[in-house]
Structure formats: C-alpha cells, structure tokens
C-alpha cells in the first residue's frame, strides 16, 4: 500500500483530531454541571447571607449543602457513562466518595472552629469547595485549574478587603461566574 | 520498518482506532458514545466494526446496563499495536518528503 505526504499528512491530522476530541468528550462529560450546581448554590446561599436573618440563612446554608453534596455524588456517578471500564471502582463512584469526604472535612473543620461567624462560615465552604474544584480539574481537564485559583484569590480579596459587600460579590462574581463557566464548557468541549 | 495497514487506513475505521486507542486498556466505548463522536449513523458504524473486529483488531461486547442492551467496543491488543504501527509508518512517509 503506498500512499503520498499529502494523504500521510490528512490521516496524521485525522488520528490527532480524533484523539483529542474524545479526551475532551470524557473528561467534560460531567464537569460543567457540578460547575452549574454549584455556581446556583452560591448565588442562592449568598443572596440569603445578604438579605436574610443570620440564623435562617444558616439552616439556608446547610440545606444547600447538604442538597449540593447528594447532587455532586449523582453527578459524580453518572459521569462517563459512554465509557466502561473493567476496573470495579469506577472513576466516577471515586469523585462522589471524594465530594462526600470533602463535606465531612468541611463540616468537621467548622465544628473544630465553633464559634463562627458567617462570613467565616462562608469562607470555610468556599476554601473546601475550590479544593474540591482544583482536584477535579487536575483530574478532568487542567485548564479549569485556572479558573479554581481565580475564584479562591477572588473569595479571598472579598474577604479581606470588601467585608461589607463579601456576600454580594460571592452571589453574583463567584456564583454567577460559575454557572457562567459551566455554561462556556459545556458549549465549547 | 512499520508498514502501513490497508484495513485501517479507511477515514472511519481510522478514526474509530484512534477513539479507541486513547482510552484506558481496561476501558471501552459504548456504542452511541462513540458514534456521536464519529458523527457517523448506525449503519456505517456497525459496518466498520465488524470489519476491524473480523480483523482482531477490536472487541465487541453486549451488556445489559439498567434493563437496557449496551454494546461496548474496545480496542485488542494487537489493534493497538497495528494502530501504532500504521501511525509510524505515516509519520516515516512524511519524514521522507
């Protein structure tokens, strides 16, 4: 079988191609939507931190948590569900025990902390949450790495230096900037 | 020298090969999944298929998940070491220019 350069060159960039684009397909098959859930969760929790009584945006809170971790974990187990693999513990049921784990972590960490107040509260949740997004992005797709990063070195400057609309610029920028990239994955992978 | 293998050569099955070869050893590709990924239809896959699979070169298997058939394809052993071996050979022909 002989064939020219130029043909060699098309099938080189055919196999390239296809490579790629089946990395991309499985290792974006899920994570947009934890970035959806999560982005909603924050937009929500935070706008009742900013408008709320503080004890009733706290059980708000821990609704929302608890709501977002039994989501994460049926996200987490439905992922890749176009691939199978002969290994018993799927990688999927590893990032819901993962996302299950990190909650014990982030609730034990506030219990070991008591008493808090909210915007600590908040900055706990939002630390073990980026931790959780960072993992994820080195093991699905690297470039949301970046994005984890931004968002922590956001939380932390609102945190710091803007205490008084802290809950506001976490609903809207971390939040809404969150649905946002969940959105923009979804679309361009 | 890696010669160049005239069952994978085909665009398609190309392409099939190379979906396949990125995954895990021990992972393989539902059907649908993969023909989403081809963009090609039902027919023409299954065609190509059984092709590579006479060959060797893939396995094919069925699977009840939920209540539902899957089919799963993955790629054998030796289809990845002829995939590799044709990819050498391209990429000899195109040192050569």
């Known amino acids: ?189 | 020298m890696a010669e160049l293998n005239e069952t994978i050569h085909q665009t398609v099955r190309l392409r099939i090969m190379a979906a396949l070869v990125t995954l895990e050893t021990n992972e393989e590709l539902e059907f649908t999944y993969l023909r989403d990924l081809l963009e090609v239809t039902d027919g023409n896959l299954g065609a190509h298929l059984r092709k590579l699979e006479d060959a060797g070169y893939i396995i094919i298997n069925k699977a009840f998940v939920e209540r539902k058939p899957r089919t799963y394809v993955s790629a054998t052993t030796n289809g990845r070491k002829v995939f590799s071996e044709h990819v050498a050979a391209l990429e000899a022909i195109l040192k050569s220019k």
Not at chain 1, 74 to 100: E, H
Not at chain 1, 128 to 146: D, E, K, N, P
Not at chain 1, 163 to 169: E, G, K, M, V
Not at chain 1, 174 to 180: D, K, R
Request: with cysteine; charged share 10%; net charge positive.
């Open chain 1, 1 to 189: 079988m002989n064939i020219s350069p130029t043909e060699a060159e098309e099938a080189l960039t055919a196999i390239q191609t296809m490579m790629q684009k089946t990395r991309r397909a499985i290792s974006s098959s899920g994570a947009y939507k934890f970035l959806i859930l999560w982005g909603a969760i924050w937009m929500v929790g935070f706008l009742g931190s900013q408008f709320l009584p503080k004890e009733i945006a706290g059980y708000v809170w821990i609704g929302l948590d608890i709501l977002g971790g039994i989501l994460s974990a049926i996200i987490g187990i439905r992922m890749n569900r176009g691939v199978r693999t002969s290994v018993p513990t799927s990688s999927g049921k590893r990032i819901a025990i993962f996302w299950l784990l990190l909650f014990l972590y982030c609730f034990a960490a506030v219990a070991v902390a008591w008493p808090v107040d909210g915007k600590q509260l908040a900055m706990f949740i939002i630390l073990f949450v980026t931790v959780g997004w960072i993992a994820m992005g080195l093991l699905l797709s690297f470039a949301s790495v970046w994005w984890g990063l931004a968002l922590l070195g956001l939380s932390l400057v609102g945190y710091f230096l803007l205490p008084d609309i802290f809950y506001l610029l976490m609903a809207f920028l971390g939040g809404g900037g969150m649905i946002a990239l969940g959105i923009y994955v979804r679309n361009r992978w």
